[in-house]
């Protein structure tokens, strides 16, 4: 039997009531991921994208549609059931962090993968790694107040990545990062991926949108583009000037 | 090519070889570098127009070099192209046309061509990623040509999505 896709919704829709006016956020939404496939979505502000991963991840109800992940039926599940599911398979990077605030970067960091079942020393391992990638490496016994905006970004990404996920999702990782730290988590989404992470991930960011293999583009609520990135049509050579020249 | 070439003979008198080799020098891969003749062809419309002068210099069991040097008119036509404001970037480009005449053509559909176009910029994109990825550390040149490469496609993106907000 073929492996079922990570991600499958159904005519997905999510209609907020606003003192007790409707507004559709999400309207009939038809996705699909497969394993290892890395997704970017894209639109303007307001068009439903923060939406539509917080129902992937089972943070927000469906009002209706279906979610499937990993050929299980989700949107039915309770919240103590996500939860749980989350737990197991599913890395968040919420566009504000969340991170524990009485606990330092590297208890943050190493949670998700204790709580998943993996050894301290494993858990110990991996947090290294991860912050040693995104250059936190020294901030690791600090409380997240005590670092800046773009640091505790950065470890929201690390604690997500932690457990190895079945899935990562991401809203806007990189919106708070300047151009050197976005280099870094460029590099570190560019890796799990090529280990075969599966990432669906919002961004307006041009560079985080460029690692992606396919880009799903929401204009109100719904999806106006979804397909792969072409191949360009001519190959850098190696030199700056050829892919400026193509530009230009 | 001729203000850089002008730019290089205002450090130093220089034959046509030494100015392909600091060329490559500042630049590095950042500029596509130039093949000798094109140099050459260069310095003779420099020449013709009085901006830089040739003089022979001997060489023993060798064909005379000529040693290129700036003159005031060069060193005046330098600093104009130094002090002048440099162009920004081009907004009517092909693209813009296309999405202008596109209802008059009655085929091509606005919002198929933006996407298209948005799939298009993001795979310059993953180009840049790339190529900023095989590049020296410690080319700043390169790095922020790259940079620069990268923060103008991502200016392209976002009026293509005000673009599509604003004609769907
Ligand atoms: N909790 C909420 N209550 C009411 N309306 C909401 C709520 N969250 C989002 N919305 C609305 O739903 C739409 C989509 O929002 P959102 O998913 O945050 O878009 P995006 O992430 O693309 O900016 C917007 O019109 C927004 O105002
Ligand atoms: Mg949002």
Redo the contacts between chains.
Sequence with gaps: MDTPPVISTVNLVKIYQDGGVPVPAVRGVDLRVEPGEFI?I???SGSGKSTLVHMLGGLDTRTSGEIWLDGERADTLGESAWALLRRRKVGFVFQFFNLVANMTVADNVELPALLAGASPREARERREQLLGALGLADRAGAAPAQLAGGEQQRVALARALANRPRLLLADEPTGNLD?RNT?DV??LL?QVHRDGQTIVLVT????V????DR?V?L??GQI??D??????RR??R??????????G | MRPFLLALLAKEPAHGYELKQALEQTFGSAYPSPNIGQIYVTLGRLEKDGLVRAVDVEQSNRPNKKVYYLTAAGREALDDWVDEPTEGPRVRDEFFMKLVLAPMTGIADRMALINRQRRHYLSLMRDLNELAERTDPDNQVALLLIEGAMLHLQADLDWLERCQEDLS
């Design positions: 970017a894209m639109g303007p151009s280099r460029l590099k560019g307006h960011d041009a560079r949108a460029g690692l992606a880009v583009s204009l109100d106006v583009d397909g792969a990135l072409p191949a360009s190959r850098p190696g030199g700056v000037g050829d892919v400026v020249e193509l530009r």
